[in-house]
């Protein structure tokens, strides 16, 4: 399950976006005119600016989220009313569940497999939205438009309204539990951002600034993504070797860094497998991360990570990770597989030292923290030393 932290963090990002356009629609009157004209503009620009920088990093599922809000959008622009009307009705129905799929699905490449099948889902999409707009089915108009709720939710009906919480609560549900908590947050956002822009739809502008807010949205969603595949390690999710090197860049007169290895990690690897060695190193991360007393956890590699603590002394610092091993030495893991099921208990062992002025950058104090670390591995493990 995500920490309330994590949570918190990731959703105050697009909230902000979101609440920053409501805040414009609600000032429109004391903004100049020109300024909202220029949105559609805006719109187009920064969809055509998602679809290339997705491309250039095969990151597909931004063009399969934007691109139908373009079609969207043109259609409540340029098509007649009546068609204009149907293409609203269908697209509260289908967009969300879209939205709902593309969060579900994986990464992939564009021409892979699953790539072409997201290609041919949302073709299909399209088409059917299309088909129904000028070969109407007043059975399914009829069924689209009918009452559940007692309050009216006009221009939206009550089965988009009902299909838009089925969506965020799916969505909500996955924030709490899937470790792709960058996504679901944005995601939710947007959901209910569409559903607004809708709901508003006789609202002077309220439409233009609805689409664009989902662009900006889902653009600030791409530099996070690429932010984080850069900085961050995908399996543990802690932040990686490049974040630590950018991170000791800043530090200042006194810090400490404590090197941190798990214990037996290959002979556990060779016995149960690495899947299940995966499993442990993300238990393991997840701990880490917890630490206190000012200090941040690294993914270093392999099994190993580091601790580093900014104007922390050696001795304060080493208390924080002797609880941490203290508390993962006291943490049951079930290994479950073809072979076995059974509770095992992990260890970890860990170097800290201390900057000093014979130290001429924070690698030369990385290298004493990894020769305390050996000599905690040397000394029957499960322990930390202090350099």
Known sequence: MNSLKQIVINLAIPLGVAFTFVVLLSQQVQIPKVLFSLAPYIFYALSVLI???????????????IFPLVFIYLG???????NAKA????????????LLILSILKERGLFSIWGILKMLLMASEIGLVLYLIYFPEASIQEFLNMKLFAYSFYPLTDVAVALGLFVSFVLAGMILFNPYIIYNTSFLVITWSFYTGLYYLKTPDAIELSFLSIAVLIFVLLIRESYRLAFYDELTQLPGRRALVEDMAKLGMKYSLAMVDIDFFKK??????HDTGD??????????????GGGKAY?????????????????????????????ISKSAFMVRNKKTTKKIFINISAGIVEN????????????????????????????VIQG
């Not at 409540?76 to 009546?82: G, R, T």
């Not at 556990?268 to 497998?273: A, Q």
């Not at 392999?302 to 508390?327: K, Q």
Request: proline content about 4%; hydrophobic content about 45%; overall charge positive.
């Open 51 to 65: 679809i290339w920088v997705s491309w250039r990093f095969n990151r597909n599922r931004f063009i399969f989220l």
């Open 76 to 82: 409540l622009e340029h098509l007649s009313p009546e």
């Open 87 to 98: 293409l609203f009705l269908y697209s509260s129905i289908l967009f969300p569940l879209h």
């Open 268 to 273: 556990f690897n060779d016995t149960y497998g």
């Open 279 to 292: 499993e442990v190193l993300k238990m393991v991360a997840s701990k880490l991360s917890n630490v206190s």
């Open 299 to 327: 993914r270093y590699g392999g099994e190993e990570f580091v601790l580093l603590f900014p104007s922390v002394d050696a001795a304060t610092a080493f208390g924080h990770t002797d609880l941490l091993r203290n508390i």
């Open 356 to 383: 000093n002025s014979k130290d001429k950058d924070p690698f030369a104090v990385m290298k004493r923290a990894d020769n305390a670390l050996y000599k905690a591995k040397k000394a029957g493990r499960n322990q």
